[in-house]
């Protein structure tokens, strides 16, 4: 059985991961709460755990209820006068921690109504606490009646041990849920360790993930290469990742989207925790850190390496426009300045023209309007 995580106070790198779950709940809420066309939205944990470590520190289900507030619980205010429906589901398998659960969930309600000016918790009604297997729910009828409804707005965090309950199967399964972004954790050094094993290969094809084996810091990343694959590559869909150094271990954590906004706010986060790279605790390639001589004198390796595989891919035409371009750079897991600077370069060399109005727009890719899209033409 693997060790429970809420029997000890969370350290540095388990509070990084709950960081970036609550960083990415909150650039994703206020888009879903805001969007008239969602008439419901589902935030489910289902690996949800106990909600605090001993020290009362909040765990994933209890950052979610936190972030719903928004600030000055703004959100709280929305969702009440707008009458919006907002709906928790949080499981745990083991019966004794959803009974800490449930008693975690009302103390944190309690505290949030002494502290409120509406009147009554908005949310207190709304919470649904289980204790099944994830297997059982993701395949029940409610599940898949939830997931399957695009007018409802769904975020569902996996937080399992190890990478079991997210295989293959799950996976592309989750990918056609509409209106779903999702997050799941996962044990990448336990995939490289054992990519032979029938523990692993039982849940995941490891043969299609290619290792280097003199560079462990590239695992996390390589395996999000694995899922990135099993994407139909005729669907528009966005994964990015973040790996997570814990002692000689990574793990890390894997975001899906179908939406180019929902990976811009994903990558804002990743980027504000990693300015090298968007993906990383640790300073997976190799550039000079902040504390180094040569920190600063060039750009990061990343951000340039993908600046110039979007300028050959412009050169050789695959690349005609810019909303192509922006959305190019967010599946290398960079923002559109990354496209706006490749451009930019190129025009400075004559090496192309613009046939339209260049501007240098970078972010709300989904809302650029019909007028501001722009051809690039190859010079001969």
Request: a neutral charge; hydrophobic letters at 35%; charged letters at 30%.
């Amino acid at each position: 059985m693997p060790a429970d995580i809420n029997k000890k106070a969370f350290d540095e790198k388990t509070l990084l991961k709950l960081d970036i779950f609550r960083e990415c709940f909150r650039e994703w809420f206020p888009v879903f709460l805001n969007n008239i066309f969602i008439e419901r939205i589902y935030v489910m944990d289902m690996f949800a755990g106990s909600g605090t470590d001993p020290e009362r520190n909040l765990g994933s289900p209890l950052i979610l209820l936190d972030e719903v507030r928004g600030p000055e619980s703004s959100f709280c205010s929305t969702a009440k006068e707008r009458g919006r429906d907002i709906r928790f589901w949080f499981n745990e398998a083991e019966p004794s921690k959803a009974k800490e659960l449930n008693m975690n969930v009302d103390s944190f309600i309690g505290r949030c109504e002494q502290n409120c000016n509406l009147h009554g918790c908005y949310f207190a009604d709304k919470v649904k606490i289980t204790s099944d297997k994830f297997g059982v729910i993701f395949n029940s009828e409610e599940f898949i009646n939830i997931a399957s409804n695009k007018k409802y707005g769904k975020f569902l965090v996996l937080d399992q041990y190890g990478f079991k309950q997210v295989g293959e199967d799950v996976f592309e399964k989750l990918i056609e849920f509409p209106a779903m972004d999702f997050i799941f954790f996962i044990s990448s050094s336990a995939i490289r360790r054992f990519k032979e094993h029938e523990s692993v290969k039982r849940y995941i094809d490891s043969s299609r993930i290619e290792f280097d084996v003199d560079n462990p810091k590239l695992s996390h990343r390589q395996i999000a290469d694995y899922y990135r694959s099993l994407v139909p590559q005729d669907k528009e869909y966005y994964i990015h990742h973040f790996s997570i150094l814990k002692g000689p271990n990574r793990y890390g954590l894997i975001f899906g989207t179908s939406h180019t906004y929902g990976m811009e706010k994903f990558l804002n986060v990743c980027w504000r925790k990693d300015e090298y790279a968007g993906e990383s605790d640790e300073l997976i390639n190799n550039d000079w850190g902040k504390n180094t001589l040569f920190a600063g004198v060039e750009p990061p390796q990343k951000k340039r390496i993908v600046k110039e595989d979007i300028q050959q891919q412009i050169l050789r035409g695959r690349i005609t426009d810019n909303k192509t371009g922006l959305k190019y750079a967010l599946q290398r897991g960079c923002l559109g300045d990354v496209y706006v600077e490749a451009v930019k370069e190129l025009l400075s060399d004559r090496k192309i023209s613009i046939e339209g109005t260049f501007n240098r727009k970078r972010t709300s890719i989904h809302s650029i309007k019909d007028q501001d899209v722009y051809k690039i033409r190859v010079s001969k």
